[in-house]
Every structure is written in C-alpha cells, then in structure tokens.
C-alpha cells in the first residue's frame, strides 16, 4: 500500500452495522509512500494509523468508490 499526502484512506467497516469511515492522508511517516500514515477523520480526530486488509487508499482525484465496488452502510 502506498499512499501521499492528501490521499484518503477508505476503512470498510468490520461488522454489520458499522459504516465505513474517510479518512485524509496528513502525512506520510513511512518510507516511499508506505505505512504508517497520519490521518484526520472526518469528525476531526488525528491518528496514526498501519492500515489493514480491510482499508484502501483513493489516490487524490480518484472517485471514493470504484466502478462496480459494492457501497457499504
């Protein structure tokens, strides 16, 4: 996973009933675009984070959902 800064960081939610969440890639702490990212929730929560199997990174510019990705509430 690789990401910049400025990127956003999509977290699929694990259980039934929980939404994913954006996040926006404020820095990059890893070497070449690699984890670990600090990230500003969208309630405004800062946080470190080593993202997992059930996160994606949308590169700036790039749609949150890709073509035929299933949306998750």
Known sequence: MRANKGDLLLVHGR???QHDRVAEIVEV???GGEPP???RFEDGHETVVSP???S???HHGEPLLQHGEPRRH
Do not use: A, N, S
């Open 15 to 17: 259980t039934v009933g």
């Open 52 to 54: 997992g199997p059930d």
């Open 29 to 31: 702490l890893g070497d």
């Open 56 to 58: 994606v990174v949308r």
């Open 37 to 39: 990212y600090r990230v």
